[in-house]
Nanobody, 125 residues
Framework: QVQLVESGGGSVQAGGSLRLSCAAFGYSYSTNCMGWFRQVPGKEREGVATIYTGSGSTYYADSVKGRFTISQDNAKNTVYLQMNSLKPQDTAMYYC??????????????????WGQGTQVTVSS
């Protein structure tokens, strides 16, 4: 059973930084992609960034390019999201997701079959 455990959320002032971590457990071979999504109440889940674990290719939402960086530590089965220059509009619940096939667009939540429980990020102005 694949398990994803997120950590690192919290409250920060605009312009500040946070680093989210997502540790993966419960499988013996690598998943194909690991991504971060975010959601605010009343809105659809939005793709933030994804890394393809084999190639290392990364993709970002336009709204976070140049501010957020996704990276992986294969030895620890962990993916990180470094978030700099945070803005109040980045406030959301952030979820980690992964899948073994990732067949589709990186920011399509339906291609990910495994999700973490979420970690809250709150950015105040």
């Amino acid at each position: 059973q694949v398990q994803l455990v997120e950590s690192g959320g919290g409250s920060v002032q605009a312009g500040g930084s946070l680093r989210l971590s997502c540790a993966a457990f419960g499988y013996s071979y690598s998943t194909n992609c690991m991504g971060w999504f975010r959601q605010v109440p009343g809105k659809e889940r939005e793709g933030v960034a994804t890394i393809y674990t084999g190639s290392g290719s990364t993709y970002y939402a336009d709204s976070v390019k140049g501010r957020f960086t996704i990276s992986q530590d294969n030895a620890k089965n962990t993916v990180y999201l470094q978030m700099n220059s945070l803005k109040p509009q980045d406030t959301a619940m952030y979820y980690c997701a992964t899948d073994f096939t990732c067949d589709g667009s990186w920011n399509d939540a339906s291609i990910y079959n495994y999700w973490g429980q979420g970690t809250q990020v709150t950015v105040s102005s």
